[in-house]
């Protein structure tokens, strides 16, 4: 047994300190971001914000609407090859640029992942998730996934600290998922005690990747859309989001009405919810580390889209960042002990 006493820090413990700047106004501000990959060397060009691989979240629905702002989706793993067929072969425009197609690493995985490919070679994008990114599987499943997919863009993870970042960068990863547990519906630090603050995560992650020329998504934690400026300002190069994306109509989930109110439900992957919907239920040698809740409906996700990019901008125009790109160099994070005015919240 060992303690780290370094201070570590999630987004609640930091405020961006505002800076001089020369911008007159946020429409001044470019959010597209140009990357070249590690290992595929493609070249992609896009505003770096995803919508989660959930499939309350990563939904068909939301990678069309979400690829109209140059967003970008990770799309769940349980949609059957029939489908697949039918969103590819009928989607109106080219927007392949902007989702992937998400995979675990069992054998039934693999061969669906192969028979997606086959169906379709021109898609770009590969997504391995897992909930522990440490296993020597996972490596194994990430450097095969190279072999056998040249050249595509292989993002892969959870994990969490800059020497597993290094690791899956080299096994033939070029994006690596930063966070385990910091998700609204994830339990997994309250039944495991396993975790990491979101923001040093990123911070100590992104300076690994970036130093072998890889590119991290901070996967988890944005409440609100501060959060999202607060990854981007630690070096996050691309933003996850699942909580901030449900409950809208492009979102999965059952829609229920209580009182005359619609609701949506929302849940972890790693839930009770999810695994009776997608491989009969509990296993006996695991617990559920994902919770269900019900969202008040949201109605179309284009507004909560304009919302949060217009705080971006807001952002960048504080610290007198003309592009996104420039936001971490521009940013001084403050320690504080309180964020803001909660006396009108519910």
Request: charged share 25%.
């Amino acid at each position: 047994m060992r303690i780290e006493t370094g201070l570590k820090l999630g987004f609640k413990d930091v405020m961006i300190r505002p800076k001089r700047s020369t911008l007159s106004s946020r429409a001044q501000v470019s959010l597209e971001r140009n990357f070249t990959f590690l290992h595929s060397k493609y070249k992609w060009s896009g505003v770096p914000i995803m919508a989660a691989n959930m499939d309350t979240v990563g939904t068909f629905e939301m990678a069309k609407e979400l690829a109209k702002h140059k967003i970008f989706t990770a799309i769940h793993k349980h949609y059957t090859l029939e489908e697949w067929k039918d969103f590819v072969d009928n989607s109106t425009e080219d927007i392949t640029d902007f989702f992937a197609v998400s995979t675990g690493t069992g054998a039934e995985d693999s061969k669906k992942l192969a028979a997606i490919f086959k169906q379709h070679p021109q898609l770009k994008f590969i997504c391995i998730d897992v909930a522990n990114g440490y296993s020597e599987h996972f490596v194994k499943f990430v450097k095969e996934a190279r072999t056998q997919y040249p050249d595509k863009i292989i993002m892969a993870g959870n994990v969490v600290t800059g020497e597993m970042v290094e690791e899956l960068l080299l096994a033939g990863a070029d994006i690596i998922k930063v966070g385990i547990g910091p998700g609204s519906v994830c339990t997994t630090r309250v039944k495991t005690g396993v975790g990491y603050p979101q923001l040093s995560a990123i911070i100590e992650c992104a300076d690994a990747a970036h130093g072998l020329g890889g590119q991290i998504v901070s996967d988890g934690g944005c409440k609100i859309p501060g959060d999202i400026a607060k990854a981007f300002g630690g070096g996050a190069d691309f933003v996850m989001l699942g909580g901030m994306l449900a409950g809208h109509t492009e979102s999965g989930g059952k829609t229920v009405e209580v009182d005359g109110e619609k609701f949506k439900q929302f849940y972890g992957m790693s839930s009770e919810t999810a695994m009776n919907k997608h491989v009969g239920g509990v296993a006996n040698y695991r617990a559920s580390e994902g919770k269900t809740v019900q969202i008040p409906y949201r109605g179309a996700v284009e507004n909560t889209v304009q919302d949060f990019l217009g705080s971006l901008r807001s952002t960048c125009t504080y610290v007198g960042a003309s592009r996104l790109k420039e936001l971490t160099k521009r940013t001084t994070f403050i320690r504080v002990q309180e964020q803001h005015n909660e006396v009108f919240s519910k």
